[in-house]
Nanobody
Framework: QVQLVESGGGLVQAGGSLRLSCAAS????????MGWYRQAPGKQRELVAT???????NYADSVKGRFTISRDNTKKTVYLQMNSLKPEDTAVYYC?????????WGQGTQVTVSS
């Protein structure tokens, strides 16, 4: 089993910044991908930013230039630095780890951006 523990969400004004963290633990052999997704009310869950196992990053167009994903391999932790936040970034942010084509999800952390 794999456990993902997220932290760092909260309420921020538009233009502000937040940093999310996700620590992975458990039975981890080979990470195919690890990163962040989000789901706003009434919308489908969408990719925000991820690392592939080879370290290649992938960002949603809507966050490019504002969000930065980083990782600490020794701690099996990924971070999401979110700058210039907009009200449309309001969502529950979920950490994801894919291993052997199986997706593991964190419990989610709420990010609310007020206008």
């Amino acid at each position: 089993q794999v456990q993902l523990v997220e932290s760092g969400g909260g309420l921020v004004q538009a233009g502000g910044s937040l940093r999310l963290s996700c620590a992975a633990s458990g039975t981890i052999f080979s990470i195919d991908a690890m990163g962040w997704y989000r789901q706003a009310p009434g919308k489908q869950r969408e990719l925000v930013a991820t690392f592939t196992g080879a370290g290649i990053t992938n960002y949603a167009d809507s966050v490019k230039g504002r969000f930065t994903i980083s990782r600490d391999n020794t701690k099996k932790t990924v971070y999401l630095q979110m700058n210039s936040l907009k009200p449309e970034d309001t969502a529950v942010y979920y950490c994801n780890l894919r291993q052997f084509n199986w997706d593991y999800w964190g419990q989610g952390t709420q990010v609310t951006v007020s206008s």
